[in-house]
T-cell receptor
Framework: KNEVEQSPQNLTAQEGEFITINCSYS?????LHWLQQHPGGGIVSLFM???GKKKHGRLIATINIQEKHSSLHITASHPRDSAVYIC??????????FGTGTSLTVIP | KAGVTQTPRYLIKTRGQQVTLSCSPI?????VSWYQQTPGQGLQFLFE???????NKGNFPGRFSGRQFSNSRSEMNVSTLELGDSALYLC??????????????FGPGTRLLVL
């Protein structure tokens, strides 16, 4: 069993749609990270959150520590949001565990 | 402020060879973490260096090693390369230890192909 599970694995949306990506984890965490990886490999850290909700532009991330679950929402999706979204949690010994990623394609 | 840089960006090696990859963190960052990304396994943590000391290590064989210099630049070395080592190797830097809730800044990666 993976320490971090993401769903869905693949997602195709029409431009303007509201998107939700889910992440469940089994390891104890101090903070959960959402990463974005564009074609070509570059990774950008979108959010680091340990409780509640964070918002950055059209992106919103929430976390429920008790349920060990986090969601990443994208409002008014745009083709430039097309990327792989990965959640990551630090586990024991401070090593990171990663979800398998959600590949998002937004069609104009 | 310059971002994280990695060299080389692309590399082709043959089985049995060894390879050294380099990572220069953002100025002032003391932690450098290394990750391997493959289509089958996704992102996996290799190790983290902080103040020239390895602080954490993932589940990789001893063929994978690294070091960090006094200027925080880091190198990772893979000896006796295997076909399965073909991957994108990413490094990330942060002010403090990555697992302590610090935001990590990723480099563009080194794409290694082992033939």
């Amino acid at each position: 069993k993976n320490e971090v599970e993401q769903s869905p694995q693949n997602l195709t949306a029409q431009e303007g749609e509201f998107i939700t990506i889910n992440c469940s984890y089994s390891v104890g965490v101090s903070a959960l990270h959402w990463l974005q990886q564009h074609p070509g490999g570059g990774i950008v850290s979108l959010f680091m959150l340990s409780s509640g909700k964070k918002k950055h532009g059209r992106l919103i991330a929430t976390i429920n520590i008790q349920e060990k679950h986090s969601s990443l929402h994208i409002t008014a999706s745009h083709p430039r949001d097309s990327a792989v979204y990965i959640c990551a949690v630090p586990g024991t010994g401070n090593q990171f565990y990663f979800g398998t990623g959600t590949s998002l394609t937004v069609i104009p | 402020k310059a971002g994280v840089t990695q060299t080389p960006r692309y590399l082709i090696k043959t089985r049995g060879q060894q390879v050294t990859l380099s990572c220069s963190p953002i100025s002032g960052h003391r932690s450098v973490s290394w990750y391997q990304q493959t289509p089958g396994q996704g992102l996996q943590f290799l190790f983290e260096y902080f103040s020239e000391t390895q602080r954490n290590k993932g589940n990789f064989p001893g063929r994978f090693s690294g070091r960090q210099f006094s200027n925080s630049r880091s190198e990772m070395n893979v000896s006796t390369l295997e076909l399965g080592d073909s991957a994108l190797y990413l490094c990330a830097s942060s002010l403090g230890l990555a697992g302590g809730g610090e935001t990590q800044y990723f480099g563009p990666g080194t794409r290694l192909l082992v033939l």
